[in-house]
């Protein structure tokens, strides 16, 4: 009766066995396969980069070489506009812009903001007096006319 018992476990522990040899087997060829995968994206990717260069930018201007083309046109309008000059001044043009737009939003936020804030500590407490001055901290117009 051991002998059967034993057979059976060791026939259950061989299919055991072969089952976490199968998992692993299909592990491993998921892996081939993104691995495949992965290298196959890249290689086109490659491939389609080069073809671009070659014959979009390459070829070209090989075939043009000495002759007048659009292509010495455009670099010669490119150099003597001092393309690079205009793109550096419409850059810090556009920047300089971003920033009086952010400081006006900034400021228009603040008012926005101290005047409910205003709203509030009057509903606190009523009776309270203030300095005099205005939200953004400057002396009203009837004071100074006075002085």
Same mark, same amino acid.
């Given at each position: 009766?051991?002998?059967?018992?034993?057979?059976?476990?060791?026939?259950?522990?061989?299919?055991?066995?072969?089952?976490?040899?199968?998992?692993?087997?299909?592990?491993?060829?998921k892996?081939?396969c993104?691995?495949?995968?992965?290298?196959?994206?890249?290689?086109t990717?490659?491939?389609?980069?080069?073809?671009?260069?070659?014959?979009?930018?390459? %070829?070209? $201007?090989?075939?043009s070489?000495?002759?007048?083309? =659009?292509? &010495?046109?455009?670099?010669?309008? *490119?150099?003597d506009?001092?393309?690079?000059?205009?793109?550096?001044?419409?850059?810090?043009?556009?920047?300089?812009?971003?920033?009086?737009?952010?400081?006006r939003?900034?400021?228009?936020?603040?008012?926005?903001?101290?005047?409910?804030?205003?709203? %509030?500590? $009057?509903?606190?407490?009523?009776?309270?007096?203030s =300095?005099? &001055?205005?939200?953004?901290?400057? *002396?009203?117009?009837k004071?100074?006319?006075?002085?």
């Amino acid at each position: 009766m051991s002998s059967t018992r034993s057979r059976k476990d060791s026939a259950h522990r061989q299919k055991a066995m072969t089952d976490k040899e199968f998992e692993w087997q299909a592990e491993k060829w998921k892996k081939n396969c993104e691995f495949r995968k992965q290298i196959l994206v890249c290689g086109t990717v490659i491939a389609c980069i080069f073809i671009v260069c070659y014959f979009g930018v390459y %070829l070209p $201007i090989e075939a043009s070489a000495g002759k007048q083309t =659009s292509v &010495l046109y455009a670099m010669k309008f *490119i150099s003597d506009v001092k393309l690079h000059v205009w793109a550096a001044w419409g850059a810090g043009a556009v920047g300089a812009g971003y920033g009086i737009t952010e400081r006006r939003k900034r400021l228009s936020e603040r008012k926005e903001r101290d005047e409910r804030i205003k709203s %509030l500590e $009057i509903q606190i407490d009523g009776k309270r007096s203030s =300095s005099g &001055l205005s939200v953004n901290g400057e *002396i009203p117009k009837k004071e100074k006319a006075s002085e």
